[in-house]
């Protein structure tokens, strides 16, 4: 089982440009997540899905929109990159609800925004 | 205010110590709490997880939660070179939230 995989693991765009952020699980999870990552900021959730079909936002999610593809896909879309979305994105899934269920964790994307 | 609160470090300690970390936390709602541990340059894992206030011991680690005082802490007996990591905790009620992580090196 590869768990959770993210692609790309790296990425430079200049402000203005979009790209998505793919991430998969194998592990049959009903919930998924995607997370910012910034030095003395912790994780904090952009968005996440509870079960396919399904997506809510979470604590930042301005500047981002989602897809839930199916059960094992969820993408992360940044439609107009700004510099302020510099981070390290982390992709998570679990199988039930957030905060009663383990989360586990893709590798990360770390994306840069000039 | 930042509803979770943890001292950022660095922390380095000689192998062998016992090494305590904590974090606090100011919205009564929380009631699942957790420690990740996270390896440079990787994705953070499932350390520790507890539901009531008191204490929880797996192996080296003991996670105490005071839910009175708002305050968990994490506990590493026997610190190991290999013990070297960013620890995150976590908390939730509708979602998650997390510190902003402790940078432990223990030295050998």
């Known amino acids: 089982n590869a768990g959770v995989t993210q692609t790309p693991k790296f990425q430079v765009l200049k402000t203005g440009q979009s790209m998505t952020l793919q991430c998969a699980q194998d592990?049959?999870?009903?919930?998924m997540y995607w997370y910012r990552q910034d030095p003395g900021m912790g994780l904090r959730l952009i968005y996440y899905?509870?079960?396919?079909?399904?997506?809510d936002k979470g604590e930042v999610p301005n500047g981002y929109n989602v897809s839930r593809l199916n059960k094992r896909e969820f993408s992360l879309r940044l439609e107009s990159a700004a510099p302020s979305q510099t981070s390290v994105y982390f992709c998570?899934?679990?199988?039930?609800?957030?905060?009663?269920?383990?989360?586990?964790f893709g590798p990360g994307t770390r994306l840069t925004v000039t | 205010q930042k509803e979770v609160e943890q001292d950022p470090g660095p922390l380095s300690v000689p192998e062998g110590a016992i090494v305590s970390l904590n974090c606090t936390y100011s919205?009564?709602?929380?009631?699942?709490f957790m420690w990740y541990r996270q390896y440079s340059r990787k994705g953070p894992e499932l350390l520790m997880y507890?539901?009531?206030?008191g204490n929880k011991e797996d192996g080296r680690f003991t996670a105490q939660v005071d839910k009175s005082s708002k305050y968990i802490s994490l506990f590493i007996r026997d610190s190991q070179p290999s013990d070297s990591a960013t620890y995150l905790c976590?908390?939730?009620?509708?979602?998650?939230?997390f510190g902003a992580g402790t940078r432990l090196t223990v030295k050998p």
């Open positions: 998570a899934s679990s199988e039930g609800p957030q905060g009663y269920y383990e989360q586990y």
């Open positions: 592990m049959n999870h009903n919930s």
């Open positions: 899905s509870a079960s396919e079909g399904t997506t």
């Open positions: 919205n009564s709602a929380f009631q699942y």
């Open positions: 507890t539901y009531s206030s």
């Open positions: 976590a908390m939730s009620e509708a979602y998650m939230r």
